[in-house]
């Protein structure tokens, strides 16, 4: 009884701030906090504060019972980082959001939440590195078996789903292989055999993909990409689209009675996110919020800058190839396009002769800095087999698709005429 009353506030929550017919831009910078501040500050203030205090110790023990939503202490909630979550509410129509200290966090919370020793989740190994490392090093010691598929041969994936699969988990481009799946025929699999599907959407944040509309049940997001922008902190997000029903599952079937759709949400935050302690720092909640009020400026201009690079590279004659689905002649083009749109993100990856010629590339470059964040508003370059993928053997990079030869090129906002003449410029020593 007194967890769904905690439920029906999210209710309330959601119904207030409900998604309108506003544009992505003018719901991002106006969705309001619940509660009015008390200086009518046009910024949610950063709450550096563990505790909060309650006038009367009947509130005090109406919160802690779950029946009054207040704050009590910042690893549990805080206003700050409340704000970003409702903001993210606003644009994207969820049924719940949680924020998280990272990427990883998101990933791990959510995994520990809807798995258990003896079950398994169906993904592909073209993942982001540390993602792999998760699942095959930290969590299948757990006992969580992971079972790796060609994500884009529905039948393989079909067929290795049974009573025990609890989830599909992909990522909506991969990094850095840039493959591109069809969801909504994972998604019918998955509903056909009552598991959810989930997407990693780092790359395609909302504004870029509509994750409800291609049937992702969940999205989680390393928010230390697109949504920080100038790549000011780390974050994470849990979305909960609210699509799935828990009911039919074998592990939430108990939960989803008491608690109808918010059965995950509710384990998750009142349980596993609340006792790995993972939670977001109220400062890095303000820069990622701040961040989001530009996000669609910054993702427009850092995907035309990227077709146009893309473009240009196929020109040049040291490049071997270039893989960027927005490419009319990527294999993933079409389904690229009906997904995203014009804006399939803003990484590319290309490929030299040589490492020794990437190497070279990469320290002459004059603008183009050698890191390896993605999204940042700055143009990023790192060589994948050599950093992030440098631990795994060589038939192990061979599967994931990484290359000796490849660079992955992490596009900004720059004013693309400078990018690109950087680029020849540094082509030109190659060649010498
Ligand atoms: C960066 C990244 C992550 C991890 O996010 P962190 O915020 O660094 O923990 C997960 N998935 C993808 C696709 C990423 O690019």
Not at 327 to 346: C, H, N, R, V, W
Not at 370 to 388: C, E, G
Not at 398 to 403: C, E, F, H, I, K
């Amino acid at each position: 009884m007194m967890k769904l009353i905690s439920c029906s506030s999210w209710v309330e929550v959601n119904i207030q701030i409900q998604m309108n017919d506003q544009g992505f831009t003018t719901r991002v910078l106006h969705t309001r906090y619940l509660k009015n501040d008390p200086h009518g500050s046009l910024h949610m203030p950063v709450y550096d504060s563990v505790a909060f205090e309650f006038d009367r110790a009947e509130d005090m023990e109406l919160t802690f019972l779950g029946r009054k939503q207040d704050h009590v202490y910042s690893r549990i909630s805080n206003p700050t980082v409340e704000n970003l979550e409702q903001i993210i509410l606003g644009i994207t129509g969820a049924l719940t959001v949680t924020a998280l200290s990272s990427g990883m966090a998101a990933i791990s919370n959510l995994l520990l939440t809807l798995t258990e020793t003896g079950s398994n989740i169906i993904t592909s190994k073209h993942l982001f590195g540390n993602t792999y490392s998760l699942f095959e090093y930290t969590l299948k010691p757990f006992g969580l078996e992971i079972r790796y598929a060609d994500l884009t041969d529905a039948n393989a994936v079909d067929k290795l789903i049974d009573n025990k699969t609890r989830a599909i988990f992909l990522e909506t481009i991969t990094n850095p292989q840039l493959e591109v799946v069809e969801m909504k025929v994972l998604s019918e699999i998955a509903k056909k055999k009552n598991i959810p599907l989930i997407a990693d959407t780092t790359i395609t944040p909302p504004y870029l993909f509509d994750s409800k509309k291609h049937g992702v049940d969940i999205e989680v997001i390393s928010s230390t990409k697109y949504i920080s922008g100038g790549a000011t902190s780390i974050g994470g997000l849990i979305i909960d689209n609210g699509t799935f029903d828990w009911s039919q599952s074998n592990k939430f079937k108990d939960e989803a009675i008491k608690y109808g759709p918010f059965a995950l949400s509710v384990k998750l935050k009142r349980e596993v996110f609340r006792n790995l302690g993972a939670c977001l720092s109220p400062h890095n909640a303000y820069l990622q919020s701040l961040g989001l009020e530009t996000l669609p400026l910054r993702v427009d201009k850092s995907c035309s800058n990227t077709l146009a690079i893309a473009r240009h590279l196929q020109g040049l004659s040291q490049v071997q190839s270039v893989n960027y689905p927005g490419l009319t002649d990527s294999k993933f083009y079409e389904i690229s396009k009906k997904q995203f749109g014009e804006k399939p993100g803003a990484i590319l990856t290309f490929d030299l002769d040589s490492k020794k010629q990437c190497f070279i590339f990469m320290n002459n470059l004059k603008i183009i800095r050698r890191a390896t964040n993605l999204n940042d508003n700055k143009t990023l370059i790192i060589h994948p087999a050599s950093t992030i993928f440098c631990e795994y053997s060589p038939e192990t990079k061979q599967q994931m698709g990484v290359r000796e030869t490849m660079l992955r090129l992490a596009v900004g906002i720059e004013d693309k005429i400078d990018l690109i003449n950087d680029i020849n410029n540094t082509m030109e020593i190659i060649n010498n």
